[in-house]
């Protein structure tokens, strides 16, 4: 079992290695960007808890796929396969469990670890990863594939917008609806293989046109229900949320062309940090979305005709 847990980190440490990352600082500067992450949702909104919690638990259930069980069922014995389980879905959530002993939410942090522990008894891929339906499936993958892995995140978004309208607070509408959008972006964050390139018969410029057509509508359909239900509580401020969809359209278009400017690899750590730092300062995307198509094109070039 140890050497299970050694191969692992050394494959996460090989992943940073090839975007150009020294493990070490890959390792530091997540656990800064974890922290960062966590103060600033305690600072924003009294139901961090449950969002935290929830975000825990989720992370658990996506190990739960059963042809990932079945590997480790044929190379362990059922004893020690108990075990990894175990120590996976433990090592998983401690990061959560200490943040929320620190925030005094020992309550929701015993159970966010009793849970955990409950579902390494369980082969999840015979209930949790049963197929769910969704109204994406016309035009693959990323939506599809991404909202059946995320949707209990896709959930607390939607109780997040629901407590907004209950205590009157228009800026926890307002992140619901930008959750929505950082998370449909993030199902583009993985190249695909290249048969679902290569499937199109097209040119690479019409295939980012399909492409950014199909996040555009797939995206309003997510958030629609978002915008026409805070419109109605917060009517006089529904303009701004519409800057935030006309953003959340505008940046998931750009999350298109960064992807495709690497395929069929992963995005550089240069790329990423390039794409971030636009993100934070939308006005260089101007700059930055022409070089990533000239390299978009250049890069599928060699699938399309």
Not at 125 to 146: A, D, M
Request: charged residues 10%; positive net charge.
């Amino acid at each position: 079992m140890y050497y299970y847990f050694v191969l692992q980190q050394r494959i996460q440490s090989r992943k940073m290695e090839e975007l150009g990352l020294q493990p070490v600082l890959g390792y530091f500067l997540g656990v800064l960007v974890f922290l960062g992450i966590s103060f600033y949702l305690f600072y924003k909104t009294t139901y961090a808890g449950y969002i935290y919690a929830a975000t825990g638990l989720s992370l658990v259930l996506s190990f739960g796929e059963k042809e990932r069980n079945d590997f480790l069922k044929t190379t362990f014995p059922l004893a020690t396969y108990r075990q990894v389980r175990a120590a996976e879905n433990g090592l998983l959530v401690l990061p959560f469990i200490v943040f929320l002993c620190c925030k005094a939410e020992f309550l929701l942090a015993g159970g966010l670890l009793l849970a955990a522990l409950a579902l390494s008894l369980f082969n999840s891929g015979t209930s949790y990863n049963l197929t769910i339906p969704t109204p994406f499936s016309r035009f693959p993958f990323e939506f599809t594939t991404g909202f059946r892995k995320y949707w209990l995140l896709y959930l607390i978004a939607y109780f997040v917008a629901w407590k907004a309208i209950e205590v009157a607070n228009f800026n926890l509408g307002v992140g619901s609806l930008a959750f929505v959008c950082l998370l449909a972006m993030s199902h583009y964050a993985l190249p695909e293989n290249d048969y679902y390139v290569w499937m199109y018969n097209c040119t690479p410029r019409q295939f980012l046109l399909k492409k950014t057509a199909t996040a555009w509508l797939y995206l309003s359909m997510l958030t629609l229900p978002l915008m026409v239900v805070l419109s109605i509580f917060f009517w006089d401020k529904s303009w701004i949320l519409l800057l935030i969809l006309g953003l959340g359209l505008f940046l998931i278009g750009a999350m298109i062309l960064a992807k495709y400017s690497a395929y069929p690899r992963e995005m550089s750590l240069p790329q990423a940090l390039f794409f971030g730092l636009a993100m934070w300062f939308p006005p260089l995307l101007l700059v930055v979305l022409p070089l990533f198509y000239k390299r978009a094109v250049q890069q599928l070039n060699a699938y399309l005709q």
